[in-house]
C-alpha cells in the first residue's frame, strides 16, 4: 500500500535522494528544484513523499492555483529503484483523493503537464481520467480531469 506524508524537516533529505532513471531528467524536475519552489508558494502548495513499505520510493508536489481556480500535480516522480511496481499508479490515487478535501479552495479541476516523450505517464494518467486539453508548452502537454 502507497501513502502520502507531507515533505518535512524530517524527511526531506530522504527527498533529495531520490534519482531518475537515466534519461528519465528532462521528464521531471528533481525535488530539490521542487522543494524550492514549495518554499516560495508554501500558502497554496503540499510537497509529499511516496512511501511504500515505510521508505520513501517517490515525491509528488499539489498546488492549488487560485487565479483559475484548480489545483496542479507538479513534479510526480517514482526512484529509478522503485519503478514498474505500480507506486506511480497507487501515489496518483492517494493525490486525488487528497485533492478531492480540497484542503486550499474549492476547484473540481486538476492539471498536469505531461512531457510529450514520456509515454508511459501519459497512458497512467489516461487511465486515472485525464485527457488533453489541447494547451501545449514548449514540450508539455497539459492533461486535466473533474472530479
Not at 15 to 26: I, Y
Not at 77 to 94: P, V
Request: proline letters at 4%; glycine letters at 8%; aromatic letters at 12%.
Amino acid at each position: 500500500m502507497v501513502e502520502l506524508k507531507p515533505v518535512t524537516e524530517e524527511n526531506f533529505i530522504d527527498a533529495f535522494n531520490l534519482r531518475l532513471a537515466p534519461g528519465q531528467e528532462r521528464f521531471v524536475s528533481h525535488p530539490v528544484r521542487s522543494l524550492a519552489q514549495a518554499y516560495v508558494y508554501r500558502d497554496q502548495c503540499q510537497p509529499f513523499g511516496i512511501y511504500a513499505e515505510g521508505k520513501m520510493v517517490g515525491y509528488v508536489m499539489v498546488i492549488y492555483d487560485y487565479d483559475v481556480p484548480e489545483y496542479d500535480i507538479w513534479h510526480m516522480m517514482i526512484d529509478e529503484s522503485a519503478q514498474g511496481r505500480g507506486y506511480g499508479s497507487e501515489a496518483l490515487d492517494r493525490i486525488i483523493e487528497y485533492i478531492r478535501t480540497k484542503p486550499f479552495g474549492d476547484s473540481d479541476r486538476i492539471a498536469l503537464t505531461c512531457h510529450k516523450d514520456n509515454s508511459i505517464a501519459g497512458k497512467l494518467y489516461e487511465r486515472k481520467g485525464f485527457s488533453a486539453t489541447g494547451t501545449v508548452d514548449e514540450d508539455e502537454i497539459e492533461m486535466a480531469m473533474e472530479t
